[in-house]
C-alpha cells in the first residue's frame, strides 16, 4: 500500500490542482491576516471556510482523483499488488495530500505571522486538525461514491449532493425540528444531531474554543460542559475517526468486489 | 497452465459467461477469439481477477486464483487500451512498475531499444500518442519473464515494423516456452502466430483446437472464412 | 507625598482660620485609638491618625471632624461589625485603609457609612476584605473621591457592594476604583447623582446599578469584566457618555440593561466584547449617538415594548449580530450608521449606502424563539436564510432598516 500511497502522491503533488489548492489556502491566509490585521478575527473567518470549503475540495477532488486515475488503477489490478492496497493507497495519497496542502498553506502565513507567540495557537491547532479530519471523512467518502458509480457524471452528482447534505440540509432539518419541538427539552437531541454530522461536530468544536461560547446559552453551557470534559472531547474524537474508518471500511469491501 | 471450471459471469442483468470450461496446457500460443461482447476480455480479466466471477473456478498452476494476488508475479498483461496516468514520464512509469514487482530482473532496456523508444522516456505520457503508448505497453508487458503472457489487442495502433517486431517477440516468448494467451481481431495476424484458437460464442467455448481443425469443422478452405462461417451459421 | 501635600493643605487651611485643634492618634501619643480621639475633639478638629494597626470598629463620628490617615494607617474591624458610621455633616475622612468587615445576613455592615449627612467628603481611601464598602444612606452634596474598593466576593448572597448609595441627592463618584464585589456601585432612589472616571471591574453582579433613580449621570467610566456591566432600572433622565463596556461575558452578561427607562441618553460609548452589547427591555424615546459596538455576540438586543428610540452614528464591528428583535413591530429609528457587514454600494460616493441595511438577521429571529437553534450559529444553512430574509422579509420587521447607512465608520473624536 506505501508503494502505492507514494506513487499516488507523486503523482499529486505534480498535479497542478494541489497547486492551485495550496495556493489558494496561502493567499487566503495571507489575505486574511493582513487585510484585518486581527489574528482572532482571521481564526474565525477561516473556520467559515474550512467548515464549507474543506469539505466541498475534498468531495470533489477524491472523485476527481478517482475517475482521472482509471487508467492507472487499471494498470496496477493486473500487477501483483493487493486489490485494497491499490485504492486504499489511492486515498491516503490524495487525503493526505490535500490536508498537507491545508496545513502547510494556511500555517505558512500564520507562522510567518507569529502565531507561536499567540494566544490563539490553540484555536488555530484546533481548526487545521478538524480542517485535516475534514478533509480525511471527505475524500473518503468521495471514494466510497465514486467506487460504486461508473458513471463519472453520476458520481459527482452524488458527491455533490453528500456535500450538499451534510453541509446545508442537515443543519435546515436539524433547526426545523428543533423549532417544531421547541416546547421539549433539545439539549441532548442537539448534542446527538451535531456528533452525527462531522462538519456540525467540527463547527461546533471550533466555536467553543472561541469564546464565542458564551452566545451560545444555555444550549452552549450544556455544550460547553459536554465537551469541556475529557469524555466529550474523547467522544468527539472517535466520532470524527469512525467517520474516517467507515467509508475507508466501505472502500475495502467494495474495491474487494468490484469488477474493472 | 489455466484450468477453468464452470465459469459464470453476469453484469447487472447481462449474462456474459455461461458456464465456461477450459484447459490451457503449459507451452504455445492460443488465441481467444469470439464476436464483440462474446466475452473475450471478462475472461481474460477473470483470470487477472479484475473481474469477480459468479460462481465456478479459475486455477492457475492448480492454485485457485480466488482472494490471491501474488499469482499474478507469473503474469504479464497487456491491456486493451493503452491509458497510463498523465502526469508520469515513461522512465518514470517503467520504474515504478518494476518497483510494484521488485523481486523481478527486468530486461526493459532492450525493449526501449527493440521499439525505438529512448526518445520519448523523458515525455509525459499524457503527450505520447496512441502507437507510442501501445509500444509503451508492450515494453511493460514484455520486460518481465513471466510463464504466462496475456496479451489483449496487441497490434492495436502499431505502425508495419513494431507490429513486425511485436510478432518477433511473440515468437521469441514461445520458443522459450511460455503459455501466451492472445485476444485479436485482425485474423492474418492469429492465424499467424496462433497455435489454438478458443472460440467464445455467447458466454460459452464454441470451438477450441488447432486452426487446421477448425477449418475441417467448417468446412472452409482458409482461416478466415471458417470464422466467418461459424459467425454466420450461429446468427442465422 | 500626596498625603503629605493634603496634610499640609489642611494644616494651613485650619490653622489660618484659628478655631480649630488638631489631634495626633498614634500608639505613642496620648490618643491611642480613634474613638478617644474622636470623643475627645470638638467639632470641627482636624484628627491625625499616624500609621499602625488600630484594632477597632463601630467608631461613630456624630460631630463635623476631618480624619486624615497616613500611607498605612489600617483600621482592623476584625471583622466584627460597620467600622465607621458619619452622623454628622461636614465631616472628612482622607487616607485610610479600611480593612475586615464583619459580614451579617441580616444587617448590611459597611467600611464607612454616612447617615443623613450632608456636605461629607470621602477620599483617598482604601477598603479591602469588605462586605458593604462606602454605604450613603440619605447622605446630600457630598463627595466619594479617588478610593480603592478591592473585596473578595464569591458569592452574591454573602456579598455587600462597593459603593452604595440610597436616598441619596447630589453626589459625586469620581475616579474610584471598585473590584471584587457584588455590585461597584449601586444606586437606589438617588437623584442627581455624578458618577465619572470610576473604574469597576470584576465585581459578581453590576459594575453599576441604578434603581428608582433619575437625572443621574454616568460618564467616562469603564466597566470589565463584570457579571454585567451596568444596570439602569426603572429610571428617567439618565445621561451615559463616554463610559466603555468591555469584556461582560458570559451565558446571561450584557453589557449595558435597560429596563423600563425613559427620555435617556447614551453618546459616545464603547461596548467591546461582551455577550449583548445593550439589552433594552420597555424603554423608550432614548437617543443612542456615536457609540462603538465592537465584537459583541449581540450588539443590542431589544425584548418587549421599546418606542421611538433613536439609533444615529453609531459604529457596529463585527457583532455576531447586530440587532436582535422578538417582535415584528418596530417604533425605532435607525439612521446614518455605521454597519461592518453591509455589503451595499455607493454609486453616488455621498459616502452613503445606496441600499438600506436590515440589522435584524432572520436567524437571530430563531434564535428568539427558540434559544437551542443558537448551535447552528455560523452554519451555511444560516447564512443561506439569512440571505434569503435579506432579500425578502417574511419574519422580522421590514421597516427596520438604516436606510442611510455609512460606508466609512463614523469618527468620533471630532465631537
Known amino acids: 500500500m506505501l508503494k502505492i500511497l507514494k506513487y499516488s502522491f507523486y503523482d499529486l503533488m505534480r498535479s497542478r490542482w494541489s497547486y492551485v489548492y495550496f495556493l489558494f489556502y496561502l493567499l487566503l491566509g495571507l489575505v486574511l491576516l493582513f487585510l484585518n490585521n486581527d489574528l482572532s478575527k482571521a481564526v474565525i473567518t477561516l473556520m467559515n471556510v474550512i467548515i464549507i470549503l474543506v469539505p466541498l475540495i475534498g468531495t470533489i477532488f477524491g472523485v476527481m482523483y478517482y475517475y482521472n486515475s482509471k487508467e492507472f488503477t487499471e494498470l496496477l489490478l493486473a500487477q501483483p499488488v493487493k486489490r485494497s492496497s491499490i485504492f486504499l493507497g489511492q486515498y491516503f495519497g490524495v487525503a493526505l495530500s490535500l490536508a498537507m496542502s491545508l496545513v502547510i498553506g494556511l500555517g505558512l502565513p500564520f507562522i510567518f505571522y507569529g502565531i507561536f507567540n499567540s494566544n490563539a495557537i490553540g484555536n488555530f491547532a484546533l481548526l487545521l486538525i478538524t480542517g485535516a479530519f475534514l478533509t480525511l471523512i471527505f475524500t473518503a467518502l468521495a471514494f466510497v461514491i465514486a467506487l460504486t458509480n461508473d458513471n463519472k457524471i453520476k458520481g459527482f452528482g452524488y458527491a455533490i449532493l453528500l456535500w450538499l447534505f451534510l453541509a446545508v440540509i442537515y443543519d435546515g432539518l436539524f433547526l426545523m425540528s428543533l423549532v417544531f419541538f421547541e416546547d421539549y427539552p433539545l439539549d441532548k437531541f442537539s448534542l446527538v444531531a451535531t456528533m452525527l454530522n462531522p462538519i456540525d461536530l467540527s463547527r461546533v468544536l471550533i466555536l467553543l474554543k472561541m469564546d464565542i461560547s458564551a452566545l451560545l446559552g444555555y444550549t452552549g453551557a450544556v455544550f460547553q460542559k459536554f465537551f469541556g470534559t475529557n469524555q466529550g472531547i474523547i467522544l468527539s474524537s472517535v466520532m470524527l475517526i469512525l467517520w474516517v474508518s467507515i467509508p475507508l471500511i466501505s472502500i475495502r469491501r467494495i474495491a474487494n468486489s468490484k469488477d474493472f | 497452465m489455466i484450468s477453468i471450471e464452470n465459469l459464470h459471469k453476469k453484469f447487472g442483468k447481462n449474462q456474459v459467461l455461461e458456464g465456461i470450461d477450459l484447459e490451457i496446457e503449459p507451452g504455445g500460443i492460443f488465441a481467444v477469439l469470439g464476436p464483440n461482447g462474446s466475452g473475450k476480455t471478462t475472461l481474460i480479466k477473470s483470470i487477472l481477477g479484475m473481474v469477480i466471477p459468479n460462481s465456478g473456478s479459475i486455477k492457475l498452476n492448480g492454485k485457485s486464483v480466488k482472494n490471491d494476488w501474488k499469482y499474478r508475479n507469473n503474469i504479464d498483461y497487456l491491456p486493451q487500451i493503452a491509458n497510463f496516468p498523465g502526469n508520469l514520464t515513461v522512465r518514470e512509469l517503467i520504474r515504478m512498475i518494476k518497483d510494484l514487482r521488485s523481486y523481478k530482473k527486468a530486461e526493459d532496456e532492450r525493449l526501449i531499444e527493440l521499439f525505438k523508444l529512448e526518445a520519448f522516456l523523458d515525455k509525459k505520457l499524457s503527450n505520447l500518442s496512441g502507437g507510442t503508448k501501445q509500444k509503451v505497453n508492450l515494453v511493460l508487458t514484455f520486460m518481465f519473464d513471466s510463464p504466462l503472457i496475456i496479451l489483449d489487442e496487441p497490434t492495436t495502433g502499431l505502425d508495419p515494423i513494431s507490429h513486425l517486431r511485436l510478432k518477433e517477440l511473440i515468437t521469441q516468448e514461445k520458443q522459450k516456452g511460455k503459455t501466451i494467451l492472445i485476444t485479436s481481431h485482425i485474423m492474418s495476424f492469429v492465424e499467424e502466430v496462433a497455435d489454438e484458437i478458443v472460440f467464445l460464442l455467447e458466454g460459452k467455448i464454441y470451438f477450441k483446437g488447432g486452426i487446421p481443425a477448425l477449418k475441417a469443422k467448417t468446412e472452409q478452405p482458409d482461416f478466415e472464412h471458417a470464422i466467418a462461417s461459424i459467425l454466420t451459421t450461429s446468427y442465422a | ?355 438600506p441595511y436590515r440589522p435584524v438577521k432572520l436567524f437571530s429571529y430563531i434564535v428568539n424563539r427558540t434559544p437551542e437553534t443558537i448551535i447552528l450559529l455560523r452554519s451555511l444553512f444560516i447564512d443561506i436564510i439569512d440571505f434569503s430574509e435579506k432579500v425578502s422579509p417574511v419574519f422580522t420587521p421590514d421597516n427596520l432598516m438604516d436606510k442611510n447607512p455609512l460606508l466609512k465608520p463614523v469618527s468620533h473624536d471630532i465631537y
Open chain 3, 1 to 355: 507625598m500626596r498625603t503629605t501635600g493634603y496634610i499640609l493643605f489642611f494644616l494651613f487651611l485650619f490653622s489660618w482660620k484659628g478655631w480649630s485643634n488638631t489631634i495626633e492618634v498614634c500608639s505613642g501619643c496620648n490618643f491611642k485609638s480613634i474613638k478617644s480621639a474622636i470623643e475627645a475633639a470638638n467639632p470641627g478638629d482636624t484628627i491625625y491618625v499616624k500609621k499602625g494597626t488600630y484594632k477597632e470598629y463601630n467608631i461613630g463620628i456624630a460631630k463635623p471632624l476631618t480624619i486624615i490617615g497616613e500611607e498605612n494607617t489600617v483600621i482592623d474591624g476584625e471583622n466584627k461589625g460597620e467600622i465607621i458610621t458619619i452622623q454628622a455633616n461636614n465631616v472628612t475622612i482622607n487616607g485610610l485603609t479600611i480593612v475586615n468587615v464583619g459580614t451579617s445576613y441580616t444587617t448590611d455592615y459597611a467600611a464607612l457609612r454616612v447617615v443623613k449627612s450632608e456636605n461629607f467628603l470621602l477620599q483617598n481611601l482604601k477598603l479591602q476584605r469588605l462586605f458593604f464598602g462606602i454605604y450613603l444612606e440619605k447622605a446630600k452634596n457630598g463627595k466619594v473621591l479617588n478610593n480603592t474598593v478591592m473585596g473578595d466576593a464569591v458569592e452574591e448572597f454573602s456579598s455587600g457592594n462597593g459603593i452604595q448609595l440610597w436616598y441619596c441627592q447630589n453626589v459625586e463618584v469620581k475616579g474610584n476604583r471598585i473590584e471584587g464585589v457584588r455590585d461597584g456601585i449601586y444606586l437606589e432612589f438617588s437623584d442627581e447623582i455624578t458618577i465619572s472616571d470610576n473604574i469597576s471591574s470584576d465585581n459578581l453582579r453590576y459594575g453599576l446599578h441604578f434603581m428608582f433613580s433619575n437625572n443621574d449621570i454616568y460618564e467616562n467610566n469603564v466597566f470589565e469584566n463584570n457579571g454585567a456591566g451596568v444596570a439602569v432600572m426603572f429610571s428617567k433622565f439618565i445621561s451615559m457618555k463616554g463610559n466603555t463596556f468591555r469584556k461582560n461575558w458570559g451565558t446571561a452578561s450584557f453589557g449595558l440593561l435597560l429596563k423600563e427607562i425613559n427620555d435617556s441618553e447614551i453618546i459616545n460609548n464603547n461596548f467591546v466584547e461582551n455577550t449583548v452589547g445593550i439589552n433594552i427591555e420597555g424603554s423608550n424615546r432614548i437617543n443612542y449617538t456615536n457609540n462603538d459596538f465592537r465584537n459583541n455576540g449581540w450588539a443590542i438586543k431589544v425584548r418587549g415594548a421599546c418606542y421611538s428610540n433613536i439609533f444615529s452614528r453609531n459604529n457596529f464591528f463585527n457583532n455576531s449580530f447586530d440587532i436582535s428583535y422578538n417582535s415584528k413591530l418596530n417604533d425605532n429609528s435607525f439612521d446614518r450608521n455605521y454597519w461592518s457587514s453591509y455589503t451595499g454600494y455607493d454609486l453616488n460616493r455621498n459616502g452613503i449606502g445606496d441600499v
